[in-house]
C-alpha cells in the first residue's frame, strides 16, 4: 500500500500570511499514461464531514476559493494557502487514489490561527 | 445538488453486529463507486471498503476484512455496511463518501457521518 505522510502535524499561522503543508507518497501516484497526478487534498472543518478542494494534485474543484492552490508531482506535493482567513481553521487531509483500493490518506493538518 | 445520508450507528458491545445506510440523491447513482470512510474520535481519514457502481466490484481495507459487508441497492440509490464480529477500534464516525465512475477518482461529496460506539 501507499504511504501518505504529512507534514507539520500542526501549524499556526498569522491571518493574512501564506500557510504550506506537504504530503510525500511512498510510491508515485504520477500515472505515465495520461501525465496525471492521482492526488487529492480534503479539508475538514470542526464537527463537518471532509470537504474535497483540490483533485489530480492541482485542480481546485468548484467554489473554492483562489487562495487554495495545489501543487508537485510524482511523490511530493503541497497545498498553499496564500492570504489566511478565520474560517480557514481546519484539518487537511491529503489522500492518493491511484493504487486504490485500498485508498490512503495522510494523518491529517491541524491548522490554526497564531 | 448531491446529497449523502447516513443512518444506523449506535452503542454496540464487542463482538456485536450493526447495519449502516446511506441514502443517496441528486445524481445517477448506479453509475458511481461508492465509498464508506471512518474517523476515531479525535484521529484521522480512514478508508474502510468501496463498492463499484453497478455492484459487481467490492474491495475492503484489511482492519475489516472478513467482518464488514458492502453492498447496494441501486433500484433506491442506498448504500449499506453490514458491520460483524465489531471490535472497541471500530469505534467512529462512518461517513459514506462518493467516487467517480471506477475506482480511480477522489471522493467529491460526503455525507455528515453516523456514530458508532463499541463498548461494553
Known amino acids: 500500500d501507499i504511504v501518505m505522510t504529512q507534514s507539520p502535524d500542526s501549524l499556526a499561522v498569522s491571518l493574512g500570511e501564506r500557510a504550506t503543508i506537504s504530503c510525500k507518497s511512498s510510491?508515485?501516484?504520477?500515472?505515465?499514461?495520461?501525465?496525471?497526478?492521482?492526488l487529492a487534498w480534503y479539508q475538514q472543518k470542526p464537527r463537518q464531514p471532509p470537504k474535497l478542494l483540490i483533485s489530480w494534485a492541482s485542480a481546485r474543484e468548484s467554489g473554492v476559493p483562489d487562495r487554495f492552490s495545489g501543487s508537485g508531482s510524482g511523490t511530493d506535493f503541497t497545498l498553499t494557502i496564500s492570504r489566511l482567513q478565520a474560517e480557514d481553521v481546519a484539518a487537511y487531509y491529503c489522500q492518493q487514489y491511484l493504487s486504490g483500493p485500498p485508498y490512503t490518506f495522510g494523518q491529517g493538518t491541524k491548522l490554526e490561527i497564531k | 445538488e448531491v446529497q449523502l445520508s447516513e443512518s444506523g450507528g449506535d452503542l454496540v458491545q464487542p463482538g456485536g453486529s450493526l447495519r449502516l445506510s446511506c441514502e443517496a440523491s441528486?445524481?445517477?447513482?448506479?453509475?458511481?463507486?461508492m465509498n464508506w470512510v471512518r474517523q476515531p474520535p479525535g484521529r484521522g481519514l480512514e478508508w474502510v471498503s468501496v463498492m463499484s457502481g453497478g455492484g459487481a466490484g467490492r474491495s475492503y481495507a484489511d482492519s475489516v476484512e472478513g467482518r464488514f459487508t458492502i453492498s447496494r441497492d441501486n433500484a433506491n440509490n442506498m448504500l449499506y455496511l453490514q458491520m460483524n464480529s465489531l471490535r472497541v477500534e471500530d469505534t467512529a464516525i462512518y461517513y459514506c463518501?462518493?467516487?467517480?465512475?471506477?475506482?480511480?477518482?477522489?471522493?467529491?461529496?460526503w455525507g455528515q457521518g453516523t456514530l458508532v460506539t463499541v463498548s461494553s
Open positions: 463518501a462518493k467516487g467517480g465512475y471506477n475506482y480511480r477518482f477522489p471522493f467529491d461529496s
Open positions: 510510491q508515485s501516484v504520477l500515472h505515465s499514461s495520461n501525465n496525471k497526478n492521482y
Open positions: 441528486g445524481f445517477l447513482f448506479s453509475s458511481f463507486a
